[in-house]
């Protein structure tokens, strides 16, 4: 099976809710207080000083700053009209139509403007690869999405596919034996469900998949932000290419690491390996491939959207089965009942448009 090449699928871009604790649900007061806004990357979009000023803004709404809203919006996929200017602060339709899709994309409320939920997703510690996937009406009732093209890996079904961490772009506050374990169970996540086998090997060089931690710009286009915002980034089949932020405070143990920006090394490479294999992100907030992410939280349990994706495009491991998959997951993840939520794709057209990454 011969497969296009794809561009580089971006950052695993997580924007942090900065100080924002995980018991957000709860509606306190907003607080977007944040981190000083710096355009020197397109990433850093998330670090505007003051979000509070967005809050309920709607189509006509002319706010100071929202360019960054508009910019955000450009960077990962929702707003590539190339006549359009993301420079100016105005709310005008093609905005709407961008929250509206937006929305619909990440299983939100519809309602067109920036609403709490709406400024706090885009708030929220996420993946950077651009969320504009291939067509969703290849599969309107499910709610996982490929990347353009439906790359995958073209071997023979069993496959074997090798990986290696880079020599010299690791972090070295985690042992190199926590990180390889955190990587070995993140890849038997996947390896359960579908006829492929992971297999570490020395050989970084020649390895199928190549891990490492880089800091900032680093030479693929798609420079990283430092603490939070993007976390990491990964290419669509065949590169192999997973890079992870060095910047982050990364935890395999949240009872070691006790830093509230710490993000869960496990459940980012289990979301960057799904990219890896094809998928790119769902609308499922129970999904592994959703794309956000927040500090401190666990998400490593395929839920039955990231399984069923992946199955359609490598088959099913002859010795998985639902019932034991969503044993596992309904355990282990709490936000097991939102992943059946039926998807929204109010704009589907508009992604139809938007999948030019
Ligand atoms: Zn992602
Ligand atoms: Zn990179």
Excluded at 303 to 317: A, E, H
């Amino acid at each position: 099976m011969l497969l296009p090449s794809t561009p580089p699928l971006s950052l695993l871009l997580i924007i942090f809710l900065h100080n924002l604790p995980p018991y957000m649900e709860a509606r306190p007061a907003p607080e977007f207080a944040s981190k000083q806004l710096t355009e020197t990357t397109a990433s850093n979009y998330y670090h505007y000083h003051d979000h509070n000023r967005f809050l309920n803004s709607r189509r006509g709404s002319h706010v100071s700053g929202l360019s960054v809203i508009k910019k955000y919006f450009h960077y990962f996929g929702y707003l590539t009209s190339q006549d359009y200017d993301v420079s100016d602060d105005m709310f005008d339709a093609p905005l709407e139509s961008t929250v509206i899709y937006y929305q619909s994309k990440l299983g939100l409320q519809v309602t067109g403007k920036l609403d709490f939920d709406t400024l706090s997703q885009i708030l929220a510690p996420r993946c950077g690869v651009p969320d504009a996937g291939s067509s969703p009406t290849l599969h309107a009732t499910k709610n996982y999405v490929y990347f353009p093209g439906k790359p995958r890996w073209a071997r023979p079904i069993p496959m074997t596919l090798t990986y290696g961490f880079s020599p010299d772009n690791m972090i070295h506050y985690l042992s190199s034996s926590d990180i390889r374990k955190t990587f070995k169970r993140a890849f038997s996540k996947w390896e359960s469900v579908i006829p492929v086998r992971f297999v570490e090997t020395d050989d970084y060089g020649f390895a199928d998949i190549k891990i490492g931690f880089y800091a900032g710009d680093h030479g693929d286009g798609e420079p990283f932000d430092g603490v939070l915002g993007i976390l990491a980034h990964s290419f669509s089949p065949e590169s192999g290419r997973l890079h992870l932020d060095a910047a982050e405070t990364w935890a395999v143990d949240f009872e070691v690491e006790k830093s509230k920006v710490a993000i869960d090394l496990e459940s980012v490479a289990v979301h960057e390996i799904g990219h890896l294999l094809g998928l790119a992100h769902s609308p499922v907030k129970g999904a592994v491939m959703y794309p956000s992410l927040k500090p401190r939280v666990k998400k490593v349990d395929l839920s039955l959207d990231d399984i069923q994706g992946v199955q359609s495009l490598y088959g099913t491991n002859p010795n998985f089965t639902f019932s034991s998959s969503l044993e596992s997951d309904t355990s282990a993840n709490p936000a097991v009942g939102s992943r059946f939520e039926p998807s929204l794709w109010a704009m589907s057209m508009l992604l139809a448009a938007c999948v030019c990454m």
